[in-house]
């Protein structure tokens, strides 16, 4: 399985950015996916998931802000970050499931900073 992220990248407090995840084949195989973050200095931490049947769950500190969502056409699983903090700061990876074993793609940078 080869995951490629992209999206992430500079912003000011309050902005927004999406992040992609693109499978190589299709994706419906994996029983879910999802999104962590690790910001300097602190462990790899989960942001969101959702499940092959598009049940999302997202972590307390980000809910109302981030948006996980998948287009099973494009093989690609999103993350839409809005009203960006600061502390939104980190590294953002990929990780899916299917079920058996877990694959991570590399992460994409998203720094927020006036």
């Known amino acids: 399985v080869q995951l490629v992220v992209s999206g992430g990248g500079l912003v000011q407090p309050g902005g927004s950015l999406t992040p992609s995840c693109a499978a190589s084949?299709?994706?419906?195989?994996?029983?879910?996916m999802g999104w962590y973050r690790q910001a300097p200095g602190k462990q790899r931490a989960l942001v969101a998931t959702i499940t092959s049947r598009s049940i999302t769950n997202n972590v307390d500190s980000v809910k109302g802000r981030f948006t996980i969502s998948r287009d099973n056409a494009k093989n690609t699983v999103y993350l839409g970050i809005h009203s960006l903090k600061p502390e939104d700061t980190a590294v953002y990876y990929c990780y899916v499931d299917d079920g058996n074993m877990g694959y991570w793609g590399k992460g994409t940078p998203v720094t927020v900073s006036s």
């Open positions: 084949g299709s994706i419906s195989r994996f029983s879910v």
